[in-house]
């Protein structure tokens, strides 16, 4: 759990000790003592209303006990109850949660028990107000508290539906009554459950601070759903795209004050990973921020609380301790792409922000907005090709929705890894390993396909796992997509194609596959890139944009794209067959031809030349051959 205030706390857990305490990201973990009579922590919970206020249960002494954080942010026991004759029970799955004076603990197949407690010192009353209840279901591994007087608790019910969440209503008079359910389908069930409080059904609330306070319960069991607490029939499921593939959520936690909704999950191989969804806009149709890869860790739980984020893994029987992310920076304030000169434009997605760098033969690492018509750049097996072109050049526009894929070579995190961050557009196409560790299954693939967990190729054609995706970066100064002669670049160390997929304008009838398109753009800007190979100085040098920076050059084929993809399929698909499909054959057969030429040219260029070098040195032995017979004749005479 975390406080507002940054602090991380988490349980150890049955048989590893009490409670985690970390300050912050930079501060020093520390293992807080265990009061007399408790052996471990197992669930922790902090009161949202008062922060100070930490709550943990122990399941192998059954006890729930108190504590408060202190002016030196350390945790200063307050006192435990529980552990005699009105002892509650918990088995095998249970789960603590605190609000407003109230702690409820959901005992798994032991029913539901409630304590009080003193709201500004923390202090439990010694006797329950509710013991033990049985709700009329098999059991409920874990609670949270919608407010005082309601409770979600994750249950296991009879039917199908198995899992889901039951709502249950804390009257006044200390009786608790069922209001209504959520069911989960395609849930996990009992697998990925890590007893006894970690159980892969987690819920998390989310409350407006508007005039009309309104609810909303995150939950995470396999699948990912949003629902109102005080509605029935008000299930929506999550949609997944942009998740890593897999991707099955196993916890949940909400940051009310950033307005972010942020879920764990495991996507096999024995990695997990972070989903980071905004819920600024529209709580319950939540927009994917981030994901984070957490290689070869199993992720047990996670809380937001500030700028921070902290979760808990484990590697095998051992757990990592607390670790921490920072969430991703917001602007409220964001406006559309523009311009200085106050033009509003929506500018093509083909392009690089100013944030990148490239590696020229003759400069060294410069950044993207140096680079220059005719530079030579570091591109596809360590080679270097000309630049000839800037699909897109704006140095003045502000981008709000590029995207950062952040990659490592060495997703252990050892000493020695190597981070590489490239921002780019979503539509741009980047070179990425499928399938195998075959170099013949590298393929392009727009930017917003890739996901956490995917290998890219680096400068030196070597693997790198993405590790993290920030889907919206904001105030970017400059749109810059360069054109090398061999149709791709290495742009911040990593391997990316000069040209976008096409894939979103033509959504509903994709007649190729972003592997095609990589070849197709590269096929159809022939013309363009014989006639600059032909002489860079006299016909492009001086290339000229339109008012979005897009080359003139491009106009046409982007504006007749853009047409095609508003007509019928039928007009599409005569367009595509009849005028696409023969231009294409005839460009790509003028390719090989001027590089037939070209290389033919070559050929010929170093037959001469070596004619002309054989021809000099046979000059050279008769000169030197005369020399030396003028030398003897003249010892002679």
Not at 197 to 213: K, Q
Not at 325 to 350: A, C, Y
Not at 521 to 547: D, Q, V
Request: glycine content about 8%.
């Amino acid at each position: 759990m975390s406080s507002s205030t940054g602090i991380a706390i988490g349980a150890m857990g049955r048989g590893r000790g009490g409670l985690l305490f970390q300050r912050s990201q930079d501060a020093r973990q520390q293992e807080e003592d265990l009061p007399n009579g408790i052996s471990s922590f197992e669930d922790v919970s902090i009161d949202i209303e008062n922060d100070s206020l930490v709550f943990a249960l122990s399941t192998v002494s059954r006890r729930v006990c108190s504590f408060i954080i202190s002016d030196e942010d350390s945790l200063k026991f307050v006192n435990c109850v529980g552990n005699n004759n009105d002892d509650f029970r918990v088995s095998p799955f249970c789960g603590v949660s605190a609000l407003g004076g109230t702690i409820i603990i959901s005992g798994g197949t032991g029913g539901l028990t409630i304590y009080e407690y003193d709201t500004d010192s923390g202090e439990i009353n010694e006797s329950p107000s509710v013991l033990n209840l049985d709700l009329g279901v098999i059991g409920h591994p874990d609670v949270v508290l919608v407010d005082a007087n309601l409770a979600a608790l994750s249950t296991d019910f009879s039917g199908s539906p198995r899992f889901g969440t039951q709502v249950a209503s804390i009257g006044g008079d200390n009786s608790v009554s069922f209001v209504r359910n959520f069911r989960v389908r395609d849930s996990l069930g009992f697998s990925s459950s890590l007893g006894p409080a970690n159980f892969p059904l987690v819920n998390a609330v989310y409350t407006t601070t508007s005039d009309e306070d309104n609810s909303y319960m995150y939950t995470a069991n396999g699948a990912i759903q949003v629902q109102d607490p005080r509605s029935a029939n008000s299930i929506t499921a999550l949609s997944l795209s942009g998740a890593p593939n897999g991707f099955s959520a196993v916890t949940v936690a909400v940051n009310t004050e950033q307005k972010y909704v942020l879920f764990g999950g495991l996507i096999g191989g024995g990695n997990s990973a972070i989903l980071i969804y905004d819920i600024f806009d529209d709580p319950r149709n939540p927009i994917l921020m981030e994901s984070i890869l957490l290689s070869g860790q199993r992720i047990t739980s996670i809380a937001s609380a500030g700028d921070a984020i902290s979760y808990t893994t484990t590697q095998g029987n051992d757990s990592d301790g607390i670790q921490f992310e920072r969430l991703p920076i917001r602007d409220i304030d964001d406006t559309p792409n523009s311009s200085p000169s106050g033009l509003v434009t929506i500018p093509p997605n083909l392009c690089f922000s100013s944030e990148n760098t490239v590696q020229t033969f003759d400069r060294g690492v410069i950044s993207m907005k140096s680079l220059r018509i005719g530079d030579l750049v570091l591109v596809e097996g360590g080679k270097y090709a000309r630049v000839y072109s800037f699909g897109h050049y704006d140095d003045k526009i502000i981008i709000n929705n590029y995207l950062q894929i952040i990659s490592t070579t060495n997703n252990k995190g050892d000493s020695d890894t190597t981070t590489s961050i490239l921002e780019l557009s979503a539509d741009h196409m980047v070179y990425i390993l499928r399938d195998d560790d075959s170099n013949k299954n590298i393929i392009t693939i727009p930017a917003s396909s890739i996901q956490v967990g995917d290998v890219l190729i680096d400068g030196n054609d070597a693997k790198v796992v993405v590790t993290k995706i920030v889907n919206k970066v904001n105030n970017r100064r400059g749109a810059y997509a360069p054109f090398t002669t061999t149709g791709n670049i290495v742009v911040s160390n990593i391997l990316a194609s000069n040209y976008i997929s096409i894939s979103s304008m033509l959504e509903k009838h994709p007649y190729f596959y972003p592997q095609q398109q990589q070849w197709i753009a590269h096929t159809f800007n022939t013309p363009h890139r014989i006639l600059c190979s032909c002489s860079i100085e006299l016909f492009c040098k001086n290339e000229t944009y339109n008012t979005h920076g897009l080359s003139n050059w491009l106009v046409l084929p982007y504006t007749v794209v853009q047409w095609l993809a508003k007509q019928t399929t039928v007009i599409q698909f005569l367009i595509v067959v009849i005028l696409v499909l023969p231009l294409l054959l005839f460009m790509s057969f003028l390719d090989k031809l001027f590089m037939l030429i070209a290389s033919s040219s070559m050929s010929v260029f170093v037959v001469f030349m070596i004619g002309i070098s054989l021809l000099l040195q046979r000059n050279n032995k008769q000169t030197t051959k005369l020399n030396n017979n003028n030398n003897m004749k003249f010892k002679i005479w």
